[in-house]
């Protein structure tokens, strides 16, 4: 049985310390608290997020944790969420990072938002109503470099820590990359017409979970017919061409490249 104040009242009384409220509202309807735990950093929470429809129906609010005086990029990675909640009715992912193809905090190196459990464990991240049934969670979101967005995407928020040093080593949004990205896979695929046999990629696409590749000699009946097309590893297309290297290392989610000559030097091409 819910009273419809499981929310609020996970929000207030979480972590042991009164929250400070914020004039500052998101989209005028959604309370931002500050709270100042024992045993950890500051702690910025949305109260009212959790009011907002979602298409799977789940509800919850958020938490960022920062330094004192960085508040303020908690704040815009709060409503970045937000914001994309409301006009996606989708809650963030745990575990795949958002990754932006610029900075979304100026002066910094933070350009993705990837949602991870809390240091605080279930009594944090879970929202449970007086008879113990789960309702719903707070959702932590960590502002990432996209050097740090990409190792966690293909080794998971738990080597990004360890990588890292620590969870604190990751809160100074004036930071540079706390890791170095790690690329695709070596066993990840990579799609690509026949002609690769004799001709070098020319323009080679990252996804987000593959490389596609075409030599630009292709024809629209030539990429229609599937018998045209293989399935390669990234490692065995980095040994044939181990110019595209640099693109496959940096290129974020959608990006596509254009090669001229086996250099390395690329251009991206515009969306």
Known sequence: ???????????????????VAWEDRIGGAIRVVEKSPPGGPIT????????????SGERVELAVEVLDGQQGAARIALGIVCDDIATNRRVPPTGAPWRNSEPFLAGT?????????????????????????????????RMLTDAEAAFASAQGW????????????????????????????????????????????????????????????????????SSNHEVWSVDSFLARFPWVSGFVREAKPGQTAMFTDASGAYVLEAD
């Open 1 to 19: 049985m819910t009273d419809g104040m499981e929310f609020p009242r996970h929000v207030f009384d979480s972590l042991g310390a009164d929250p």
């Open 44 to 55: 910025i929470m949305t109260s009212g997020a959790s009011l907002m429809p979602t298409d």
């Open 109 to 141: 190196r933070i350009s993705a938002i990837m949602v991870s459990p809390s240091r605080w464990g279930a009594s944090f991240d879970e929202v449970r109503s007086d008879d113990g049934t789960l309702i719903g969670h707070v959702r932590t979101l």
């Open 158 to 225: 738990d080597a990004l820590v360890a990588a890292a040093g620590s969870v604190d080593a990751l809160l100074d949004v004036t930071r540079d990359d706390s890791v170095s990205a790690p690329g695709l896979a070596g066993n990840a695929p990579v799609f690509l017409s026949k002609l690769h046999a004799e001709h070098p990629p020319r323009w080679v696409t990252f996804t987000g979970r593959d490389l596609q590749s075409v030599t630009g000699l292709e024809s629209e009946a030539y990429m229609n017919d």
